[in-house]
């Protein structure tokens, strides 16, 4: 994902195997939310910028982290029982 071209030499191999940069996974809401509930969360519901319903969301939360490039991103509240 996000790779336009495999590699052509050792080094872009090498380069390319060892990396963590690139994603492994993309999900969409549907099953993130599938596999959040069968980890025990509930409530689980997709958010967008300054809607969580934790007032301490507000402190921490960035505009630049729910959109990128004028794209919303997935931002996801979910509760987990302890």
Known sequence: MGERARA????????D?????THLWMYDFPTFKALLESAG???VRRCKFGDAN???FAKVEDIDR???HGHDELAIEAIKAL
Do not use: A, E, N
């Open 8 to 15: 052509k030499t050792w080094v872009d191999f090498i380069r």
């Open 17 to 21: 195997r060892y990396k963590r940069s």
């Open 41 to 43: 969360f509930s409530r």
């Open 54 to 56: 934790d007032p301490m």
């Open 66 to 68: 729910f959109v990128d």
